[in-house]
């Protein structure tokens, strides 16, 4: 998602773009894999992954298809087209239908290198060098489609500029708990996790009580013979969604942390009670992993933040030439990588200015520090969505040139946080839109019947709606 969308803000800007994919299609993470990363049980710990997608076959997206899309290109339900899921929260494979319509909107196929795995970037000549002059070696293998085996190395390019996005839901983080390395039973990351039924009657321990550890626990509901969740703080844990989700299914349970690990299968939690499992799902999140990526040290990872970047997106030593799409998380996508793909590009073309290196990296760095100050974890530096949701708009209002987000969509997002944390198992059916906001999603789907989404959004706006609420669009006709 983030790399399409940075690629065709970078074509529209007149740049000649080339983009690498390791695997057969494109989607990225919504383009659902079967397979996993089995060789090692844990995930694996150690980087590359060789499956990169951790989507499991029954997720739903936790955001409405309204708050996603494209600026010129909404994520608009497709009734009555076979294969499509036009429902508010659809499933994975709708994304990777709506990303395969954009990249034929746009003709982005023609760019896009497919079984072509990057493994390394590196300056093409060693630094220091001006901005102007810094080019990028590429790097690629080949992937067999079928088998997914690298073959030797196909290709040595020269870049003038690269856009890393390659996502950050790939690479298992882990905990450290006693005695997990001597554990004889099923062992496994979400990452590595796809359907329940290879988990039927058998006791399931989940680490860990976010989105997937919610969501797989109630997959399993029903399937396992009990599901054992576990929070840092059974207090915080505690929510209405969450007593709702203990009342509905008696076969689930939640428990303070894993104190150890025992050999002969049992899990001993920190408030002293232990139970024989059969499985544990570490859902622990993920890692920020760039191992083709070479810089000499100017771009680090250390306790999931990626640094130094100004404004998540420049390396202020590599600047313009490095940049990374897609860094930020709990914000609208693709929209907000929209519009760090429209500041790359014009960044590229000269048509916008970064400052000087060293008061890029000074505000990079006072960010960070910012963000200590406020007790926000290392971990957490870019999660600027779930911190201050202010920064989004912000960024996008100064570097996207895209029209302001619609007040409807805003006030539709905060009612679905209320209702995710009121009852997490239902509330992707519910139907209690206010009135502003039902107006507004009458206005947008007056969009599905245009003949083109990407006509200007001041046009869409004065076509979709009068008085009445009559769309208006034989006008587009």
Request: glycine share 8%.
């Amino acid at each position: 998602m983030a790399g399409l969308t940075a690629a065709r803000e970078l074509r529209r800007e007149g740049h000649a773009v080339t983009v690498m994919e390791q695997r057969g299609d494109v989607g990225g993470q919504w383009l659902y894999d079967p397979r996993t990363d089995e060789a090692d049980p844990l995930g694996p710990a150690a980087a590359p992954v060789k499956v990169h997608s951790s989507m499991y076959a029954s997720v739903r997206l936790l955001s409405p298809r309204e708050g996603m899309g494209v600026s010129d290109f909404q994520f608009l339900p497709r009734h009555g087209v076979a294969g499509r899921d036009p429902r508010r929260f659809p499933g994975h494979r709708e994304v990777y239908c709506y990303l395969k319509d954009f990249c034929d909107a746009f003709g982005l196929m023609d760019v896009v290198r497919l079984n072509t795995k990057v493994v390394r970037v590196a300056m093409a000549q060693p630094p220091p060098l001006p901005p102007s002059e810094m080019r990028w070696l590429v790097r690629t293998v080949r992937v067999e489609p079928d088998s997914g085996e690298e073959g030797a190395p196909v290709e040595e390019e020269v870049f003038d500029a690269v856009v890393v996005a390659n996502g950050h839901y790939s690479q298992p983080r882990l905990p450290t708990i006693q005695g997990m390395m001597e554990w004889r039973r099923r062992q496994l990351h979400s990452h590595s996790y796809r359907v329940p039924d290879t988990f039927r009657d058998e006791v399931v321990v989940l680490v860990g009580c976010g989105d997937s550890g919610m969501d797989i626990a109630l997959d399993l509901c029903g399937v396992a013979k009990a599901v054992y969740l576990t929070a840092k703080s059974v207090e915080q844990a505690m929510t209405p969604a969450m007593s709702k989700m203990l009342a509905n299914h008696a076969d689930l349970h939640l428990h303070p942390q894993i104190d150890c690990l025992c050999e002969d299968g049992t899990v001993v939690f920190a408030d002293g009670t232990s139970v024989v499992a059969d499985a544990i799902i570490y859902c622990t999140g993920y890692t920020y992993s760039f191992p083709f990526l070479d810089t000499g040290g100017a771009v680090t990872v250390k306790d999931n933040r990626v640094s130094p970047l100004f404004k998540h997106t420049f390396p202020p030593a590599l600047a313009p030439s490095l940049a990374f799409v897609g860094i930020q998380r709990k914000l609208f996508v693709p929209w907000f990588f929209e519009a760090q793909g429209k500041w790359i590009a014009r960044v590229l073309s000269g048509r916008s200015a970064l400052p000087p290196p060293d008061e890029m990296l000074r505000a990079a760095e006072a960010y960070c520090l910012a963000k200590e100050a406020a007790g926000v974890p290392a971990k957490y530096t870019h999660d600027i969505g779930g911190f201050n949701p202010n920064e989004t708009y912000e960024f996008v209002a100064k570097y996207g040139d895209l029209p302001p987000r619609e007040q409807w969509k805003r006030e539709l997002i905060t009612a679905i946080v209320r209702d995710m944390n009121d009852d997490r198992e239902n509330f992707r059916d519910l139907d209690n839109d206010s009135e502003s906001v039902r107006e507004g999603v009458q206005r947008w789907l007056c969009l599905s019947d245009a003949p083109h989404q990407d006509v200007p959004e001041l046009l869409r706006l004065i076509i979709c709606m009068v008085d009445d609420g009559a769309c208006l669009v034989s006008y587009l006709r």
